[in-house]
Each structure stands twice: as structure tokens, then as C-alpha cells.
């Protein structure tokens, strides 16, 4: 009789679906629990941090997580993303826009990996990956004029124009997305909106930007607090089993300066990608800065040719190599 039973559980079992997935909303602190942690100009880097959904977070490398060193061979460090506890690090930078100064609100958030799987992002496989989301702010009035997201190796950039830009900036062909076939047409988002609370979705596995929602209330699903901290953090890492010393997330020193701890990506770099790209990091998560002090490029256009300028870290370089109209600098 149990048999039967346990035949009959088995069939039962068979016809029902896997598991919905889980989806979890991280929520950064309001703007009195940031203005606490003594960041530079809390009020604009807390009170405009995004939310972030991720899909999938039952898998543990679709968690943000936080950096961490150990020990590794030789007497080196490594470094891994610890998912049982999410950490944003963000800092405020200043650029340059056609005769605009500009503000860039940058944060950064740290994952374990991006699984190596039968998918269209199988190349992009490695560990200790990041996502950069970035706001553009007008540093006199303060409008937000761009919201910007791009993975930390510089690939899947997408720059999305407010209402606080001016027209003329947006000329026929301007492009969102640098990569894809069919790159998206400029849509602009309201700067309001944005102002008031911007949520980004994120795809399980790829991590990859798939929808961006301002102004509106929390999404459904589980919500986790999501520390903000200083971008400075990651410089100065205590070392475990090493009582006193602390370590950089990134390579100080070498051909890797700049670049993440353990993020090497050989799917990437041992392509005809990194051949045109004369790069053999290509697809490895680097530090987001001036090159001059990174030691390397944040490049978000991978053909050699292309690269400087579209530098991040010179935002009207690339704006103008994505099609908008700048009016040249006085």
C-alpha cells in the first residue's frame, strides 16, 4: 500500500511546476541613517541611492554581497563576495559636460560570480563581478540629467537621458546602449521621478539592468536593508587570519592594476574580442576612476580604437561617441 502511495506522490510531484523564484528588493538607508556614515555630501549620494530587485536571489550568486580578502598562495591575497550580507559603496565625482560641470553619483554594488551556463552570457562567466549605477547631476541646480548603469568590466553600458536635457543635446541617432545589434532609442526618464526614488531590476544569472522604474512605491516581494558605505572601503579590507591588516579589493600593482582581485575572465580575455581590443583583461571587473590613478581604463566601447573615448570617467567623450549633439566647451 505505501508503494502505491509513494507511486502515486511521485506522478503527483512530476506534473507540478519548480518553485516560483524569488525575488528580493534591496532598500539603501533613508537620508538621516546615511548622513551618519560621514559621506561626502550624504544628502545627494543617500537620499538618490537606488533600490535594487534582484530575480532569482534563492541562488546566492544573484545576492549582493560584500568583498572580502584571505589569505591565498604565496603568501598573497584573494579576494571573494560574501552574498550572506549585502553592501553599497558609493562616492561622489566630479566631471565635465560640453561647459557644465557635473556631479556623478556613483554606486557599486559586488556579486559572487555570473554562473557559467547553456545561455547567451556564457562568455561573461567569472567570479567577483560588479554593477556600477551611476546618476549625472547639473552640480548648480542639481537636476539629475543622466541615470547610467554598466557592469564593472564596462560592458552592457546604457545611459538614459532625463527631461532636465536639453533638447538640442539629443540628435537624430543618439544611442542608449553601446552593445547589441539593435541599440535602444533615447526615451528619456522624468528627473523628478528620479529625484524622488528610482528602483533598477536586475536578471538572475546575468545580472544584467532589464527594467528601471522612478518615483514609484516598492515593488512587491521581499525587502532587505542594503548598507551604503564609503567607495573608500574597498581600498582597506581587513585580511582574515591576519589580525590588524588590511588589503584593496583591486590589484595595486603589475599588469592587473586596477582590476578585481580574482575577476579574471579567460571566456573574455583569450577571444578575438581581446585581440581587437588589445586587451588581454578584457570582460575582468576593474576599479571605476581616472585611469592616471586606476591604472586602468574604464573603457565602455571594447574596439582599441574606440576606447578613450568612451571612458566613463569622461562623460562628454562619451556622450558625444553615443551621438548626442554637445555644444563644445568654453
Known amino acids: ?3 502505491i502511495w509513494g507511486i502515486l506522490l511521485f506522478g503527483i510531484a512530476s506534473f507540478v511546476g519548480p ?3 524569488e525575488s528580493v528588493t534591496f532598500v539603501p538607508p533613508g537620508c538621516v541613517e546615511a548622513a551618519q556614515l560621514q559621506l561626502s555630501r550624504a544628502s545627494w549620494l543617500a537620499c538618490r541611492a537606488p533600490r535594487v530587485r534582484v530575480l532569482e536571489a534563492e541562488r546566492s550568486y544573484n545576492r549582493i554581497g560584500t568583498p572580502r580578502l584571505r589569505r591565498g598562495w604565496l ?3 584573494a579576494a571573494y563576495v560574501d552574498p550572506s550580507l549585502p553592501t553599497m559603496y558609493a562616492e561622489r565625482r566630479q566631471d565635465h559636460i560640453a561647459d557644465r560641470t557635473v556631479v556623478q553619483l556613483v554606486y557599486r554594488l559586488q556579486f559572487q560570480k555570473i554562473p557559467l551556463d547553456f545561455s547567451s552570457h556564457w562568455l561573461e562567466a567569472h567570479g567577483n563581478v560588479g554593477l556600477i ?9 542639481g537636476k539629475i540629467l543622466f541615470v547610467t548603469s554598466v557592469h564593472a568590466a564596462g560592458c552592457h553600458l546604457e545611459v538614459i537621458p532625463t527631461d532636465a536635457v536639453p533638447d538640442a543635446w539629443l540628435a537624430d541617432g543618439t544611442r542608449v546602449q553601446v552593445e547589441g545589434a539593435m541599440p535602444k532609442r ?11 526614488g528610482w528602483e533598477i531590476t536586475l536578471a538572475g544569472g546575468s545580472h544584467r539592468v532589464i527594467s528601471l522604474v522612478a518615483g514609484e512605491p516598492l515593488s ?5 536593508p542594503l548598507p551604503l558605505v564609503p567607495m573608500s572601503q574597498l581600498e582597506s579590507l581587513p585580511v582574515e587570519d591576519s589580525p ?3 588589503g584593496s579589493f583591486f590589484y595595486h600593482a603589475g599588469p592587473l592594476r586596477g582590476h578585481v582581485r580574482g575577476a579574471w575572465n579567460p571566456l573574455s580575455g583569450l577571444t578575438p574580442f581581446a585581440l581587437l581590443a588589445l586587451d588581454p583583461m578584457f570582460g575582468m571587473d576593474k576599479r571605476f576612476g581616472v585611469a592616471e590613478e586606476t591604472g586602468t581604463s574604464f573603457y565602455t566601447m571594447w574596439p582599441f580604437w574606440q576606447q578613450h573615448r568612451s571612458r566613463l570617467d569622461r562623460m562628454d567623450s562619451l556622450l558625444r561617441a553615443l551621438g548626442y549633439s554637445l555644444p563644445d566647451r568654453g
Do not use: C, F, Q
Open 1 to 3: 500500500m505505501r508503494s
Open 19 to 21: 518553485a516560483a523564484a
Open 75 to 77: 603568501m598573497g591575497l
Open 133 to 141: 549605477a551611476m546618476l549625472t547631476l547639473d552640480d548648480v541646480t
Open 186 to 196: 533615447v526615451e528619456r526618464v522624468s528627473a523628478e521621478a528620479v529625484g524622488a
Open 220 to 224: 512587491a516581494g521581499s525587502a532587505v
Open 244 to 246: 590588524g591588516k588590511i
